[in-house]
Each structure stands twice: as C-alpha cells, then as structure tokens.
C-alpha cells in the first residue's frame, strides 16, 4: 500500500478554490506541484499551500514524480494534456465539460483505456453524502416508482455586462452554461435514474456581447442559460419519463434545488447539500396553491472516516464555497484511497467512459437547439 500520495494541478484557478484545500484536509497527502502560466497566480497557489514545484510550462509535470494530475484548464485544452499527462503514466482528474467533441471524448477515453492510470471527471456531487443517500433511496425502491426529475439551478455569476470576455464567452473553446453546469446535472440523472435516450434543449445568451480585455466589444457565442428536457431510456429506471432541466448564471441570486419525484415520495437535494423528503400523502387534496410543503430533511449515514471528514470541512474554507466544494472533499477522498490500494477503477466516480457519454447528451443538446426538435443521444 503507497503511504504519501502526490497530487499535481494543472491550472491555478478551481484548483485553489476547491481541490487543493480538500486534498489538503487528507492525512499522507503531499501537494507537490503545480504548473500555471501566470508566474503571480503559480506562486500564490505555491505559497498558500506549502507546494515545491512550479512550472510556467505544463509540459514539467510530464516528468514529475506525482501520483495524480488535477486537470482545471480551459475545455478547449483538454485533450493535448489529458492525453499526455496519461501516456506519462499519471493518474487524472480532469474537469468538466470533459472535451470539445465526441471525438476528442472518444480518443481521451480510448487513452484513458491503453494506460495504469486512473482516469476520472470531476463530476463531484456523486459522492456527496446526499446523493449517495438519494442514490440509495432510489435503488432500494424507498421513493416508489420514479415518475420524473426536476433541475432548478440559479446563479448570478454572469449577470453583469460588464464582466470581460474570456474563453467562457466562447463556444467555440467550450465555454457556456450548458457544458458548465448541464453536464453536472446530466450525470446526476445518470446516476440516480439511468441512461438519456433523447432531449429537447433551448440556448440563450441574454447578454450578447462584453468586454475584451482591452475594452473592445465582443460577441458571445456560449449560452448564459438554458431550458432542456430528457427522456431517460431503456437503461434507467424510469424508461420513457422525463427530466426537466432550467440553468441560468444571470440570474439575480443563487439557487439550486434537484428533486426526484416518486410513487411513494418525492426527495430533493438544495444547494447548502441537504437531503430533503416529503411523503405523497402529506398534501392535501384540491387543487390549493397555498398548502406549504412539509418537507423532512435527511441525515445520510458516513461511515467513520467520512464523520471525520465532514468535521474538517465544516472548519474549512470548503464549507462556505457550498456544495461543489464539499462534494469534492468527498470524491478527493476516495480518489486518495484508490491511488493507496491500487485500484484501477472506481465503481461510484464518474470515468472517461462517463465522460464519453455525457459529451454524446450535450452534443444532442447542442443539435436539438439547432434543428428545433427532440434529438436522439
């Protein structure tokens, strides 16, 4: 069994919000390099979190001695060092939206299979305790019958024009709402009811155009929100129902709520991680507007090692970055684990073939929008 486990970041920026302090609450970790262009970012990354090495070119962590590289970069920069970075030999972490294609999600995975590495997504809120508790509750027929999902996510990141251009305004290099949050909530449905045979997606930009960094006007060709429908297939639990999905980041305030609605009970995860429940009896009968919902929350079950977990967490900066960041301490975690014994897959984390899949949903997503109809995953 490998005693110190060594992660690498590539990328300065989720990197240090999330990954880097979660890694950072595990005992036999070592935070050993980081590669970033940027010389004023990559020595404050290095600085606040005691790491050695540090590289202006990414290329570095090719030759470094590290168990597993945190890939934070750009979509659009993916493939190149993900590719490389496994072919190294290294184990990857690397965030969503995974590619820019199904072709270079295709070849990542088709990689990710010829090498020892692990290759994983940074699809986090799988092993948030309230998902896996949803999770549970789901598989063990607890909430009945699924009948549907429903996705509410609200923020307010983007709601000011004059926020500059970047690569996030560029559909082109990955950029938008859909890859960004959508992709998230298509491995929640994923992994809580099953497979997407089919969708039905609107795009939006409602600001069209921002500032470069020189001040110019430029027009942007991601999406700022976005309305889908899914129709979960044969591989589901819940063949032929529907999945509704509204995202917007111009918003005027944050909000996140994702419910499974079942024949016995429907449960919902909110943005702060909490596990709700409410019984289908609890309503009262007509057709009243005015009943407030008498909603139960949960406390998921942790084994030991997660109750100490949790504990550091709520003394952490994680706790006030909400429910990414906390899932995320979670998944670090059983990454850490593995890379200790060894192991070559992890069953309850999103792979690369995961990845593949997703990027198939987003790109019917993406066609749906364009042709204006229901389109096949």
């Known amino acids: 069994m490998k005693k110190t486990v060594r992660i690498g970041f590539l990328g300065s920026g989720w990197a240090q919000v999330a990954q880097a302090p979660a890694f950072s609450l595990l005992e036999d970790v070592e935070l050993a390099a980081v590669a970033s262009p940027t010389e004023a970012r990559r020595k404050k990354f290095m600085d606040r979190f005691g790491i050695a090495e540090g590289y202006a070119e990414w290329k570095d ?17 993916h493939a190149v060092m993900v590719n490389a970075l496994l072919e190294s030999g290294k184990s990857v972490l690397c965030e969503k939206p995974f590619a820019l294609s199904v072709q270079e999600a295709a070849a990542m995975h088709f990689t990710s299979l010829r090498t020892p590495g692990l290759a994983l997504i ?23 019958k699924v009948y549907e999902v429903r996705a509410v996510v609200n923020l307010a990141t983007r709601n000011r024009s004059d926020l500059r251009y970047s690569w996030w305004s560029d559909a082109a290099k990955g950029g938008g709402a859909l890859g960004a949050i959508g992709s998230h909530l298509i491995d929640l449905n994923r992994f809580l009811v099953g497979e997407i045979s089919e969708v039905c997606c609107n795009l939006a930009t409602p600001v069209t155009h921002r500032p470069d960094e ?38 005027s305030y944050t909000w996140l709520s994702f419910e499974v609605v ?36 949960l406390e998921p079950m942790l084994s030991w090692d997660e109750l100490v977990l949790q504990e550091r967490i709520r003394l952490s900066s994680l706790a006030m970055h909400g429910i990414f960041a906390v899932g995320f301490a979670f998944l670090a975690n059983r990454i850490v684990k593995a890379l200790r014994n060894g192991e070559q897959k992890l069953y309850d984390a999103a792979g690369f073939a995961d990845g593949l899949v997703i990027q198939k949903v987003l ?10 109809q229901w389109t096949r995953v």
């Open 61 to 77: 962590l090719l030759q470094a001695d590290l168990d597993l590289v945190c890939v934070t970069t750009p979509p659009y920069l």
């Open 363 to 372: 790109k019917a997503a993406a066609d749906s929008h364009r042709l204006r």
């Open 262 to 297: 079942g024949s016995l009970k429907t449960i919902r995860l909110d943005g702060a991680g909490r596990l709700w429940e409410i019984a289908n009896g609890a309503a009262k009968g007509g057709r009243s507007l005015i009943d407030a919902p008498r909603w139960k929350q």
């Open 214 to 251: 020189w001040g110019k006007s430029r027009l942007v060709t991601s999406d700022d929100s976005f309305a889908m429908f899914m129709k979960f297939g044969a591989s589901s639990v819940a063949l032929g129902s529907s999945s509704l999905m509204h995202v917007t980041t111009v918003g």
């Open 122 to 144: 940074d699809h986090q809120l799988r092993l948030h305790p309230a998902v896996k508790c949803m999770k549970q509750m789901i598989d063990s027929g607890e909430i009945g």
